[in-house]
């Protein structure tokens, strides 16, 4: 199965009106059909000082959110993105899909940056999502920003039978670009997962926005600070579990114990 991705970067600000024009922008460059990945927050914005939280307009995020929907629905596109979310009166760091038939899944940021965790609800679940396209049923994971830190949150995603991780992330720090990048290299090869990956434009970009294909490699990256978007055709019979399926359970054995 081939499916058309594209990457895209983009400033993000405390100015959600903002964000959103740039998010439609760039919808407005791929085609019926496509998939679109943006950086974590590229909604709600974000900031490491977290009381930008008592400033988000919840009607303007709800109005806004609303308004995606119907565009991705009328632009038959797929589109995954970041954003603040406010869910039982406690705020959630989300990654988000949008699907053209107007559905909205949510993952909810299961391992939250120390300082986020007295602002944010950590999610508690590593979902899979379905996306449907004119070839099959295309199946995903999200991770967001510091959870590429841990390994075991990608098998597992790979094991329940995801084809690629979107991973979202927000981080501006310069002497992490090639580590961070080398822990997605590394994500995509021991799980033999695509890995779509999209962070903010900014000078100091601590990890590219990128796409690595199932063997490490690297089929396409952007570092700028720059607004970018990158098209990448993907085939999805490269996915594999060879490496998964040799691992030794009676050793270290990821499973869940979540009920479904």
Same mark, same amino acid.
């Given at each position: 199965m081939i499916l058309n991705v594209?990457?895209?970067?983009?400033?993000?600000?405390?100015?959600m009106k903002a964000n959103l024009s740039h998010i439609l922008n760039m919808m407005g460059q791929i085609e019926e059909g496509e998939l679109l990945i943006l950086p974590e927050a590229a909604l709600s914005g974000y900031d490491h000082d977290l009381r930008f939280l008592d400033q988000i307009d919840v009607n303007q995020l709800q109005d806004s959110l609303d308004h995606l929907t119907e565009q991705v629905k009328m632009r038959k596109v797929h589109l995954i993105f970041g954003s603040s979310l406010r869910e039982n009166e406690k705020w959630i760091n989300a990654g988000i899909y949008l699907s053209p038939d107007g559905n909205m899944e949510v993952y909810?940021?299961?391992?939250?940056?120390?300082?986020?965790?007295?602002?944010?609800?950590a999610g508690s679940q590593l979902p899979i999502f379905n996306m449907?396209?004119?070839?099959?049923?295309?199946?995903f994971g999200i991770q967001l920003c510091r959870e590429i830190r841990f390994p075991e949150q990608w098998k597992f995603?790979?094991?329940?039978g995801a084809q690629f991780i979107a991973y979202l992330t927000n981080v501006i720090s310069v002497d992490s670009l090639p580590v961070w990048k080398?822990?997605?290299? @590394? =994500?995509?090869a021991e799980n033999?997962?695509?890995?779509?990956?999209s962070n903010v434009a900014d000078l100091n970009q601590g990890c590219p926005s990128i796409v690595v294909s199932p063997k490490g490699?690297?089929?396409?990256?952007?570092?700028?600070?720059?607004?970018?978007?990158?098209?990448?055709?993907?085939?999805?019979?490269?996915?594999?579990?060879?490496?998964?399926?040799? @691992? =030794?359970t009676d050793v270290v054995k990821i499973k869940s114990d979540i009920t479904r």
């Open positions: 594209n990457i895209g970067q983009m400033p993000i600000q405390l100015d909810r940021k299961v391992n939250l940056a120390t300082h986020e965790r007295n602002a944010f609800t449907e396209t004119n070839q099959g049923v295309v199946r995603l790979s094991m329940e080398s822990h997605l290299i @590394s =994500r995509a033999q997962r695509f890995i779509l990956g490699d690297v089929l396409e990256e952007i570092i700028s600070d720059k607004v970018a978007l990158k098209r990448v055709q993907i085939d999805l019979s490269s996915v594999s579990n060879w490496y998964l399926d040799q @691992s =030794r």
